[in-house]
């Protein structure tokens, strides 16, 4: 299984909205609803920020949104703010119980 | 709030077994689903292998051969073993709880492991 395909690396200004994108096939993103979202900051494990494409878990702000469009999912930061520049990697599930990431974006908040 | 903690060796030579154990604090019957994924340094994340509460397993194709995770619900942890191993194997391994098979909502802070002589 190849890795989803991200930009390496987006980049926005305080209040402005980014969007990153994660590419996959029709056996990953393009057959199952679950993509999900990581916040990886420098050092420290990643968190959960959105699955099941739309869902948020409880105490991430609704400034996370995630969708998907065919083999593409993305993941859509409004309202940026200095502490949203980290590392983001989209996952799908890709069926009989194995997942694969994407190679991760460095989010820069000017 | 379940806690995930990752244990063992921070070091390994090369051609041997890494082994790394995970504990789960609280209620490991949170979930059934259990994953290990690592991270090597500077390079993005790569699911490794998970396992179900009953014992089932599956693995990256890219490391099967090599691989094996096995549980012990009794303790509340869950095992991860990686034969002959190279200096690619050079990672923060982490051990991630199971949203089911939907995400992974609960990370364990990461151990280092280096592949050195």
């Known amino acids: ?110 | 709030q379940v806690q995930l903690q990752e244990s063992g060796p921070g070091l390994v030579k090369p051609s041997e077994t890494l082994a790394l154990t995970c504990s789960v604090s609280a209620d490991s019957r949170s979930s059934d689903y259990w994953s290990w994924i690592r991270q090597p340094p500077g390079k993005g994340l790569e699911w490794i292998g998970y396992i179900y509460s009953n014992g089932n397993t599956n693995y990256n194709p890219s490391l099967k051969g090599r691989v094996s995770i096995s549980i012990d619900t009794s303790k509340s942890q869950f095992s991860l073993t990686l034969n002959s191993v190279t200096a690619a194997d050079t990672a923060v391994y982490y051990c991630a709880r199971g949203l089911s098979f939907r995400a992974f909502d609960i990370w364990g802070q990461g151990t280092m492991v280096t592949v050195s002589s």
């Open chain 1, 1 to 110: 299984q190849s890795a989803l395909t991200q930009p390496r690396s987006v980049s926005g200004s305080p209040g402005q909205s980014v969007t990153i994108s994660c590419t996959g096939t029709n056996s990953d993103i393009g057959d199952y609803d679950y993509v999900s979202w990581y916040q990886q900051h420098p050092g420290k494990a990643p968190k959960l920020m959105t699955y099941d494409v739309i869902k948020r878990p409880s105490g991430v702000p609704d400034r996370f949104s995630g969708s998907k469009s065919g083999n593409t999912a993305s993941l859509t930061i409004s309202g940026l703010q200095a502490e949203d520049e980290a590392d983001y990697y989209c996952c799908s599930y890709v069926a009989r119980y194995t997942w694969v990431f994407g190679g991760g974006t460095k989010l820069t908040v000017l």
